[in-house]
């Protein structure tokens, strides 16, 4: 199984603050098979990236996806009030997917 | 759109058998992986399988012995066995549509909380 690590656990930031999330693989995601994806309290997550680099529909392009091998970024250039979340990455190229322990974004 | 909807009891005691049915609205469930997906209260999320429409399936290992993913096609809807459930299986349960190999999780159910407890 690969076990995916991110961090920091949280990250505190104030809007208008570029956030660098990380996720690091314990072995190579083949093909990049790497999804990122926003939880908001009460809500269910929503996917934001996909293909490691690929934005799903709809989200802006403040969020890029970065990363090959068994290292990836997920970066929001410029925090809106909205994207003060939890962000989980996930990865799908072996035969049992599982998902990161999650990284918080909170206001400073 | 596509919606996913989960239903099924929202209370189940111990070492029964929790079952929860997706029923999918808005487009065809003949395409697609259908996963569940869980998350403990507090916690993170966790994958625990998905049936492929041709049926295929593909359990996460942890839980394989316990689980049963089931597609009906004719209602457009995708069911999950969990059986012999402790408290640990305490959780928000989503049903999730994923794309081709590429793709991600693309549309959420907005998920059910299930209590195992006698």
């Known amino acids: 199984e690969i076990v995916l690590t991110q961090s920091p656990g949280t990250l505190s930031l104030s809007p208008g603050e570029r956030a660098t999330l990380s996720c690091r693989a314990s072995q190579s995601i083949s093909n990049s098979y790497l999804a990122w994806f926003q939880q908001k309290p009460g809500q269910a997550p929503r996917l934001l990236i996909y293909?490691?680099?690929s934005r799903a529909t709809g989200i802006p392009d403040r969020f890029s996806g970065s990363g090959s091998g068994t290292d990836f970024t997920l970066t929001i250039s410029r925090l809106e009030p909205e994207d003060f979340a939890v962000y989980y990455c996930q990865q799908y190229g072996s035969s049992s997917w599982t998902f990161g322990q999650g990284t918080k974004v909170e206001f400073k | 759109q596509v919606q996913m909807q989960e239903s099924g009891p929202g209370l189940v005691k111990p070492s029964e058998t929790l079952s929860l049915t997706c029923t999918v609205s808005g487009g065809s469930i003949n395409s697609y992986y259908w996963n569940w997906i869980r998350q403990p209260p507090g916690k993170g999320l966790e994958w625990i399988g998905y049936?492929?429409?041709?049926?295929?399936?593909n359990y996460n290992p942890s839980l394989k012995s316990r689980v049963t993913i089931s597609l009906d096609t004719s209602e457009n809807r995708f069911s999950l066995n969990l059986s012999s459930v402790s408290p640990a299986d305490t959780a928000v349960y989503y049903c999730?549509?994923?794309?081709?190999?590429?793709?991600?999780?693309?549309?959420w159910g907005q998920g059910t909380t299930v209590t195992v407890s006698s």
């Open positions: 999730v549509r994923k794309g081709g190999f590429f793709y991600g999780m693309d549309v």
């Open positions: 293909g490691a680099s």
């Open positions: 049936i492929f429409y041709t049926g295929s399936t």
